[in-house]
C-alpha cells in the first residue's frame, strides 16, 4: 500500500511538470502543491490521472513522500496501442505495476539521475538510466521535463510509457 501512494505521488508530479514547463527539457524549482494535485493542474497529464485513480494510488501520490515520478504526458500514452490500454485498463494488479515502474522513492533531482545507471522502481523492478549527446533516457523513453517541484517530490516528464518486464 505505502508503494502505491510513492508511484502515485510522482506520477502526480510528473504530469503537473510537464503541463506547467511545455515540452522542451529545462529545470524547475517553483513550488507546487503535492505531485497529485499539480499534475491535475497541469492539463497534459488526464490520461496519467485517470489511470492513477482507476489503480486506487491517487491516495499514496498525495502521501508525504518523497518521491520522484517519470510522467508520460497524454501524448506519450496516445503511443501505446489501444489493445495494451484496454488491457492494462482490465487488469488492476498490471495496471498498479505499470504505474509503478514509474515512481522511485526518495527525491532524485536531475543532477543526480544523470550520475545514474539505474533506479529501483516501487514496482520493484529496476529501470536503466543512460545519457547520450546531452539527452537522458529512462528505460526506452526520453526526459523532456526535469526537476518539477512539487511539496512531496519531484516530477521528471518523459515521451513514453514504460512498460516493465
Known sequence: MRK????????????VSASAMGSSASADTRKEGDIVSTAVDAGQFTTLASLLKKAGLVGALQAKGPFTVLAPTDAA?????????????????????????HVIAG??????????????????????????????????????????????????????VLIPR
Open 4 to 15: 502505491s501512494r510513492f508511484i502515485l505521488a510522482l506520477l502526480a508530479v510528473a504530469a
Open 77 to 101: 500514452f496516445a503511443k501505446v496501442p489501444k489493445s495494451t490500454l484496454a488491457a492494462l485498463g482490465a487488469d488492476r494488479a498490471k495496471l498498479r505495476s505499470v504505474l509503478l515502474y
Open 107 to 160: 527525491k532524485v533531482p536531475a543532477a543526480k539521475v544523470v550520475k545514474l545507471r539505474s533506479a529501483k522502481t516501487l514496482n520493484g523492478q529496476t529501470v536503466r538510466i543512460r545519457v547520450v549527446e546531452g539527452k537522458v533516457f529512462v528505460g526506452g523513453a526520453r526526459v523532456v521535463k526535469t526537476d518539477v517541484v512539487a511539496s512531496n517530490g519531484v516530477i521528471h516528464v518523459i515521451n513514453q
